[in-house]
């Protein structure tokens, strides 16, 4: 008998420090009126928020795991510090600027070199599930709006959190579904698609109204590509990262090699826009007599998804084993 109790306190004491390392790794997802809260081992994240009024739903803010934000506040927070051009560059959000001529990517009644009239709207129509768990499940499904409130198109979103030694992650999968009687264009522009704002310190040196600002960060492709370089070249996975703190924090963002036009081309930008855009062709490669050799028709009826990981962690893309992340992922993992 007292053998067995014996047995018994090993194996629970061995069993222990297994079921405390997956508690803090557990992902808890609530529902709220406006938004999603996600939180890691009983940490905030992250929100998805969805109803707020945006033009989008998006993720703000986005949190590293020792709790400093990682994304723009603006204009979510006013008076932050924070460089206050492109409003509608919230956090992480997935958009378009030519969806059957529709811009849905930027906001407003216009801008410079644009035509004026009002852009479109992606909206949610439903939180399909909430799942908690070592990975938080979040789907949903999404309408596109025109500025005539016409239906344009509609997606299906599947968000899975998680973390591990190395760092957080979001996988961020979207199914664009063209409408059963319509195609649905999705035109040659820069402006697109899946983007990230920068936190102000991560970003690189650069000038607003011709005074210096801007914070320690550097950019690097896959393919060696580094800082302003890297706009408009295509590549599996890039990452973007700075000192703040006496810490270094990275973002890096992968490209699915599933994905249309695998590997993807990079928006990144010295302010802190950080994006991967597959439709951008003749913009990125500066093909000025064929605009639309990036264009990609979904036939009525049909889809196309597009699969991305966002990998937040501590250190350079040396230092955080981006290549092998990445290659984790390109593998399934």
């Known amino acids: 008998m007292k053998t067995r109790l014996l047995s018994l306190f090993v194996l629970l004491c061995l069993a222990a420090p297994a079921a405390l390392l997956r508690a803090a790794d557990d992902v808890k997802l609530t529902k709220l009126d406006d938004r999603v809260q996600v939180e890691i081992g009983g940490q905030h994240f992250t929100d998805y928020v969805f109803g707020d009024g945006a033009s989008r739903p998006y993720c703000y803010p986005i949190l590293a795991a020792d709790g400093t934000p990682l994304t723009r506040d603006f204009p979510m927070k006013q008076g932050t510090g924070d460089d206050t051009d492109h409003p509608w560059h919230r956090s992480l959000w997935f958009a378009h600027s030519m969806m059957n001529g529709v811009d849905f990517w930027n906001e407003g009644t216009g801008d410079a070199g644009r035509s004026p009239e009002a852009k479109g709207r992606s909206e949610n129509e439903v939180i399909v ?196 992340r990445y290659a984790d992922y390109a593998a399934g993992k």
Request: glycine content about 12%; aromatic content about 10%.
């Open 129 to 324: 599930e909430t799942t908690n768990g070592p990975v938080g499940l979040l789907r949903t499904r999404d309408r596109w709006i025109g500025p005539d409130r016409k239906l344009i198109a509609t997606d299906e979103r599947t968000l899975r959190f998680h973390a591990g030694p190395d760092g957080r992650f979001i996988d961020f999968e979207i199914t664009l579904h063209a409408l059963p009687d319509t195609p649905l264009v999705m035109g040659d522009n820069k402006d697109g698609t899946l983007g990230l704002r920068l936190a102000q310190w991560m970003t690189m040196p650069h000038k607003v109204r011709g005074q210096e600002t801007g914070g320690t960060g550097h950019i690097v492709a896959a393919t060696g590509a580094r800082d302003s370089a890297v706009w408009g070249k295509r590549a599996d996975w890039c990452d973007y990262h700075a000192e703040h703190g006496g810490k270094t924090y990275g973002v890096a963002i992968f490209d699915h090699p599933q994905n249309l036009r695998h590997p993807t081309w990079w928006m990144t930008r010295e302010y802190g826009l950080f994006g991967a855009n597959p439709f951008g062709w003749h913009d990125y490669e500066n093909l000025r007599n064929e605009p639309h050799k990036g264009d990609y028709t979904i036939p009525p009826g049909g889809s196309l998804t597009l699969r991305y990981r966002l990998f937040f962690h501590l250190g350079d893309e040396s230092a955080a084993h981006v290549a092998e």
